[in-house]
């Protein structure tokens, strides 16, 4: 039967529930997922509900195993609680990953960093949770003494996910602190948005380990507290300050390619002036009707030191550091021969500006948003 606080944390979950319909169906973004920042937003928002079901679901399905299993109900019992844990950490740390993804997108436009950085981790983390486990059956007598193996595997692989749990917390700030090292261009993520509520629903949610026995088991009020996982609330709450500084993001970033925009290009000259971004040259390409395919040619192709706007439908402009006339031709000749090898129907506008010696940032922006007229 369910206690009366139990339904008070359902309510909870229930207003976690309508609180993230409401911000689906108000952005479009993440109601279409038609660009890759709401598309792992959105995987987020699925994996929370999937969790929040995942986490409630004993209360009907648990009488039923009591029912099935008389003789020795504890067996059956704590591997059904223990394949629930495994479960909705599973979730929890799938979440997670998709908040990696949305941070090396955002910063890198790629997912590079998080595909081989998940390979390495995977080992480390079952021989974390191998030494954790038999700790636990070291100093656990119950849990030694219930002969029961798939408790064992089930609790060993729940370790797994709550170590790769924390590692890509880490692994998400590694990514944005790294490219402010890295990177001249800004990226407009704040990455304590997210970080610190989710931080705040893991510390809640264990604070059961501060806590002595004594005072735990004897109160059957807090008991029922401390089964109510709050990291599903606040991961709702960073998913939607995040998207927050995702729509800041959009003003200066185009939503479907995530190059900067013309807008950027505008507001941000004293910006690229005083942290030295490449703005020695700067190369128009527009190819109407290509649908996006000049984009994976461009990034193969540009120099090192440079970047990519957008400056409308299928029109970027590529700037970089000081380049010669030559070495421009030999770019844009390169670019044409590579749209053509996947549309030859498609044909390639470009127009290339250097910038003067004594010529103002202002100036040269000026000339470069005109290229597209020549």
């Excluded at 207003?15 to 689906?24: A, D, K, Q, W």
């Excluded at 705040?200 to 949610?205: P, S």
């Excluded at 004897?218 to 960073?238: K, V």
């Excluded at 706007?309 to 021969?337: H, I, N, T, W």
Aim: overall charge positive; some cysteine; charged content about 20%.
């Amino acid at each position: 039967m369910l206690e009366r606080l139990n339904y008070r944390v359902l309510i909870i979950y229930i207003i976690t529930l309508v609180c993230m319909g409401i911000f689906v169906l108000r952005y479009e973004h993440i109601r279409k997922r038609d660009t890759e920042d709401a598309k792992n937003l959105f995987w987020i928002l699925v994996l929370i509900v999937a969790g929040m079901v995942v986490d409630r679901s004993y209360w009907l399905l648990d009488p039923a195993v009591r029912i099935l299993d008389e003789k020795d109900s504890f067996f059956l019992t704590d591997t059904f609680n223990s394949f629930l844990y495994f479960v909705k950490e599973l979730l929890i740390l799938q979440s997670i990953f998709f908040w990696n993804r949305f941070v090396d997108y955002a910063v890198y436009r790629s997912f590079d960093h998080v595909k081989k950085k998940y390979r390495r981790t995977f080992i480390p983390a079952m021989a974390i949770a191998v030494l954790l486990i038999g700790f636990r059956l070291l100093h656990s007598p119950h849990y030694r003494e219930s002969s029961n193996p798939f408790l064992v595997i089930l609790d060993f692989f729940g370790f797994v996910c709550y170590i790769l749990e924390f590692y890509y917390v880490a692994n998400a700030i590694w990514i944005g602190w790294k490219s402010t090292k890295e990177r001249k261009a800004p990226t407009f993520l704040r990455m304590t948005v997210f970080v610190i509520p989710l931080i705040l629903g893991f510390v809640l949610n264990y604070s059961f380990l501060f806590l002595p026995e004594s005072v735990m088991y004897g109160n059957l009020h807090l008991m029922d507290w401390l089964s109510f996982d709050t990291r599903f609330p606040f991961l709702l709450i960073a998913v939607i300050l995040t998207w927050r500084t995702v729509e800041k993001r959009y003003r200066y970033m185009d939503p479907i390619n995530g190059f900067y925009n013309k807008e950027f290009l505008s507001d941000m000259n004293s910006y690229m002036e005083k942290n030295g971004y490449p703005n020695g040259v700067g190369v128009y390409f527009g190819s109407p009707g290509s649908k996006g395919k000049l984009i994976p040619v461009l990034n193969q192709l540009k120099p090192i030191d440079s970047e990519i706007f957008s400056l409308g439908e299928d029109e970027y402009l590529l700037m970089a550091g000081p380049q010669k006339q030559s070495v421009l031709r030999l770019l844009v000749k390169s670019v044409e021969l590579g749209l053509a090898q996947n549309d030859k129907a498609l044909k390639v506008k470009s127009a290339f500006a250097i910038r003067n010696q004594d010529e103002s940032v202002e100036t040269f922006t000026k000339r470069l948003l005109e290229l597209n007229a020549e």
